[in-house]
Structures are given as structure tokens and as C-alpha cells.
């Protein structure tokens, strides 16, 4: 069992719906949660960084951490055919040496 | 742009062949990683640099793999002996990992 799980997709939903994406892990130790988008060829950029259980929201994004479950959330309103991208999940236990730990992705189709 | 910049974009190579990867934060950043991306895989963790200094390295690092920050501001990573299995997208990042830049992406043949 891989200690970051992501279905990998491609999840496709009409412009305008609500889009939620998860992730699940195992390693108790992880405290730090990250939610990456990745357009084809390019490098992750950051979009949602969240520590600890609990809500966060920025604009259409909206992170969610129930770390009793072990679960983590993105949810993106007003979907956008520019949402179309992969999702990247990632987390650490924190202190930085150990890097993040990353979900396999999910591929995310807006249909216009 | 993230303030980070690789060069070069994209390496071809044939095995057997060293190859090297540079690394370029516009600002200066004490924390600085580098990560393998395979196709329909997330980033893997490869090395970390505290300034200079290398304080943590994945098993993934094999012997053929060599990463340096002489003066705590670019960073290289070098791969001797490539091997097909070395293609993938090398990703270098900074600051706690927020900024990632856009990667060299290595086809050995």
C-alpha cells in the first residue's frame, strides 16, 4: 500500500459544477497538506496549503483535512474549462529534510 | 513564473551517457529540492539542500546520481551512466516546496 492514495481518473464534469477531489494516506506523522495543480509539461504550482485538520478556503477552492479518517479534500466551485489540469495531493510530517509525499494525480476535465 | 527557473527544458541522451540539470532560484531560498516525476506519477522526493549543505537523500539516489549547491543559490544534478529508466521530468523546488520550477524533462534512448 502506497502511503499517499489518489485515484488517478480522468474525472470529467460539465463547466460550472462543483468538482471534489481526495486523497487518502496512512502515515499518522503527516501534519502539512498541499493540493497542486499541474498543466501538461509544466511544473506543480501551489494552490492549496493547509496544516493540521480542519477548512480552508481561497476564492473557488476550498481545502478540507480530517486527519482522524486520514483524508483529505479539493473542492472547486464554478468550474472552469482552465480548471482542466492534474491534481496533485502532497504532504509531510514537517521539518522540510523528508520532503513531500505526493498522490499519483488526478486528471480533471471541464467540458465547456 | 514561480522564481524558479531549469535549464535546459528538455535532454535527450543516449544511454550510457552523463548528463547534467541546473537549477536557478530568482531569489535567494535556504531550502531547495529536487524531485523525479515519472509519467502518470506524482513527484518523488530525491534530495534536499539546506544552503549548501545536502542533508537528506532518497534511496531513489542511486550511486550514477550527484546533486551539488556549491554556494547555497543554483543547484546541479548530475547523472552518469544513464539508464532508460532515468527518463522522467526532474523537478527542482524552494521555499518549504511551494515553488516548483518548470523541470527538465530527460528521454534516454
Known amino acids: 500500500q502506497k502511503e499517499v492514495e489518489q485515484d488517478p481518473g480522468p474525472l470529467s464534469v460539465p463547466e460550472g459544477a462543483i468538482v471534489s477531489l481526495n486523497c487518502t494516506y496512512s502515515?499518522?506523522?503527516?501534519?502539512?497538506f498541499m493540493w497542486y495543480r499541474q498543466y501538461s509539461r509544466k511544473g506543480p504550482e501551489l494552490l492549496m496549503y493547509?496544516?493540521?485538520?480542519g477548512n480552508k478556503e481561497d476564492g473557488r477552492f476550498t481545502a478540507q483535512v480530517d486527519k482522524s479518517s486520514k483524508y483529505i479534500s479539493l473542492f472547486i466551485r464554478d468550474s472552469q474549462p482552465s480548471d482542466s489540469a492534474t491534481y496533485l495531493c502532497?504532504?509531510?510530517?514537517?521539518?522540510?529534510?523528508?520532503?513531500?509525499?505526493f498522490g499519483k494525480g488526478t486528471h480533471l476535465i471541464i467540458q465547456p | 513564473d514561480t522564481g524558479v527557473s531549469q535549464d535546459p527544458r528538455h535532454k535527450i541522451t543516449k544511454r550510457g551517457q552523463n548528463v547534467t540539470f541546473r537549477c536557478d532560484p530568482i531569489?535567494?531560498?535556504?531550502?531547495l529540492y529536487w524531485y523525479r516525476q515519472t509519467l502518470g506519477q506524482g513527484p518523488e522526493f530525491l534530495t534536499y539542500?539546506?544552503?549548501?549543505?545536502?542533508?537528506?537523500k532518497s534511496r531513489l539516489l542511486s550511486d550514477r546520481f550527484s546533486a551539488e549547491r556549491p554556494k547555497g543559490s543554483f543547484s546541479t544534478l548530475e547523472i552518469q551512466r544513464t539508464e532508460q529508466g532515468d527518463s522522467a521530468m526532474y523537478l527542482c523546488?524552494?521555499?518549504?516546496?511551494?515553488?516548483f520550477g518548470p523541470g527538465t524533462r530527460l528521454t534516454v534512448l
Open positions: 523546488s524552494v521555499y518549504n516546496e511551494q515553488f
Open positions: 493547509t496544516y493540521s485538520s
Open positions: 502515515n499518522s506523522a503527516f501534519q502539512y
Open positions: 502532497a504532504m509531510s510530517a514537517g521539518g522540510g529534510a523528508d520532503g513531500l509525499t
Open positions: 539542500f539546506q544552503n549548501e549543505a545536502q542533508l537528506e
Open positions: 531569489s535567494e531560498h535556504n531550502r
